[in-house]
Nanobody
């Protein structure tokens, strides 16, 4: 189970920090990350981090967003700086298990709304 928090309203140029709390150790997941969704558009990838710590960022957020992990709290955090109105959307925490026997599970948090005003 994933619980996302930290969304809100911020002016362009501002910052927000999202947090995703997992019900078990985050290192039981192969990959954790964040996606976002704007009404009328498909959910898009924002950032992911592997169990080993490798990160991948969408081009649109590189240099502005930073993903981090807190193993003691079983959380994955997303620090978002220099926000712009195009970052507005519902942000979803995501976790993917290892592939076992050809099967892999994907978990989603409930989403947290980020609104960036111009």
């Amino acid at each position: 189970q994933l619980q996302a928090s930290g969304g809100g309203l911020v002016q362009a140029g501002g910052s927000l920090r999202l947090s995703c709390a997992a019900s078990r150790s985050i290192f039981t997941m192969a990959v954790m990350g964040w996606y976002r969704e704007v009404p009328g558009n498909e959910r898009e990838f924002v950032v992911g981090v592997t169990r080993g710590g490798s990160t991948t960022y969408a081009d649109s957020v590189k240099g502005r967003f930073t993903i981090s992990r807190d193993a003691a709290k079983n959380t994955v955090n997303l620090q978002m700086n220099s926000l712009n109105p195009e970052d507005t959307g519902v942000y979803y925490c995501n976790a993917v298990t290892d592939e076992v026997g050809g099967l892999q599970s994907v978990y989603w948090g409930q989403g947290t709304l980020v609104t960036v005003s111009s």
